[in-house]
């Protein structure tokens, strides 16, 4: 298996959808997972307020000294704000609240755009030798997830099953193209992510006719079923395929990470 560190470089994915309850976060934690669990070295970066990301891979509130807050805004050492959990080859930059007011701290500075992506590219994150970095981005096209997208070599669009879904992408695809234009030359969207499928409903089957019809090849092969475990997990502060390996959203994530491993593989080829 190639690993795509060979390149010498991360390979950096913001997890974006303006809208909440999508599965984004759900989507980082059990994706980042998967690829550790493949043998790859994965640093999720929290930059949700609410922190969910961070309690999903069990880092408690008050283990949370130093944030994506201090990542962006202040000068600190990597080694501070970086934290290993109890999952191998996982790692992780948490939030909590102190990031709901750098949105407004981020407009005061000249370079607001590019802070995460700065912050990303010090000499030193070479050391650590991720794979692959994961923005849990909030559910919003603020100054956070602008900043998410201009550190990001592509973006992963998590789209439920549901009536409108479709619809919700359209501002998100202007905002990508949008800095494409201004900021990064560079992205690329990763590809789209049916998540909560129920393959006996029908809604669920027209959204993915739908979305494969319109989006053709940016959308991932694999699915992520409704499934409870997936549920469940977070409020065990694990991901699911620690909390329950032979389900099948463990699976499915399994299934999903090698599908991204691949399109990558081929991509440097």
Do not use: W
């Amino acid at each position: 298996m190639l690993d795509i560190n060979q390149t010498g470089k991360s390979k950096v994915i913001a997890v974006a959808n303006q809208k909440g309850g999508v599965g984004k976060t759900t989507t980082t934690i059990n994706l980042g997972a998967a690829l550790a669990e493949l043998g790859h070295k994965i640093l999720v970066v929290d930059l949700d307020p609410q922190g969910n990301a961070s309690t999903g891979i069990g880092i408690e509130p008050n283990e949370r000294e130093l944030t994506t807050y201090d990542l962006i805004l202040g000068e600190v050492d990597l080694n501070d704000v970086i934290q290993s959990t109890e999952f191998e080859n996982l790692s992780i930059v948490p939030a909590n609240t102190d990031l709901s007011s750098a949105d407004i701290e981020l407009y005061s500075n000249e370079k607001r755009s590019f802070l995460l992506h700065d912050s990303l590219r010090q000499a030193a994150m070479s050391e650590f030798g991720f794979d692959y970095i994961l923005i849990d981005c909030p559910p919003s096209l603020n100054l956070l997830t602008v900043n998410a997208m201009v550190a990001s070599d592509s973006v992963l669009i998590p789209l439920q099953s549901e009536f409108f879904a479709l619809e919700g992408l359209s501002q998100l695809m202007l905002t990508i193209r949008e800095i494409r234009q201004t900021a990064n030359s560079s992205l690329r969207i990763e590809g789209v992510l049916l998540t909560m499928y129920d393959g006996r409903n029908n809604l669920s089957q027209q959204v993915e006719n739908d979305a494969r019809e319109n989006l053709q090849d940016l959308v991932f092969k694999t699915v992520i079923p409704r499934n409870v475990r997936v549920s469940e997990a977070p409020s065990f502060a694990q991901p699911v395929l620690n909390y329950d390996s032979a389900s099948k959203g463990s699976q499915a994530y399994r299934d999903l990470a090698v599908e991204l491993h691949e399109r990558n593989q081929h991509a440097n080829a």
